[in-house]
């Protein structure tokens, strides 16, 4: 159930036998396919760099340990290293995929210098996708960080795609700036560049289209970024067609309004499970 594509294994595909299936590159150990009912549910750009050049445009890139700018590269270094795969095993009717990221010589080197293990648990089931990743601080210092799971769903309409679960959630806009905001509507939709970071957000979120949805449950993270680049943005980005931004809608599990903090030899696992769930029928 699962295949390498050359001389050096760079991506995984696994499936399980009820019939879902999910692809995972090495290189920041994007989750670049996910596919359930039949229906591939992520999004990566047609013009997305696969070659370990940048950042997968799309799938499911690891920010860590930096959301957004700042001292180090935009969100963080965990996307653009090659992680290690420790094992992709078939339990019954799920598939499990552990991959591991530890400190080396140029993450020390860099603006976060601390030593650090990260196991990322990837399991799939006939529904749902678990994303999880068990952050250890292995230093002799304590360290702060933040993460997210920088989820890019295919939908296949922006137009007719809501979001529900964020009603009296207090945001940051990105793009519009303001103070105080808090989200008035029970289904939220996306008309237009929109960047935005919903703090402390309680429960489930889901995204729905036509007669299906996703449901997003997340443990241990607190934030929920909602992002869509819309025509002009999509335009300054190499990596991203000019008319693909209908087909997404970037909803992202993370906790990066506040930092995750870890004493030596603490560790946080954190994590989302995506359930693939469809009005039309009672199994999906
Ligand atoms: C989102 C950020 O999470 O990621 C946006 O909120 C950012 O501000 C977007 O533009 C994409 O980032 P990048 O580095 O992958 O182009």
Redesign the pocket.
Known sequence: FYSDDGESLSRLVVSTRLGSSAEVYLYGATVTSWKCGGKERLFVSKQAKLDGSK?VRGGIPLVFPQF?PGDLP??GFARTRVWTLLSAEEHGESVVVNLQLKDNEDTRASKWPYKFDLLYTIDLTETTLSTIIKYENVDSQPFSFTSLM?TYLRVPDIASTTVAGLKDVAYVD?IKGGTDLVEERDEVTVEANE?RVYVNVPGVVTVRYGDESIAIRRFNFKDI?L?NPWAEKAAE?ADFGNDEFPQMI?V?AGTVASEISLRPGQTISCGQILTCESLASSNL
């Open positions: 950042p957004g935009q969100h920088h990105k960047d970024v992002w980005m970037c992202e």
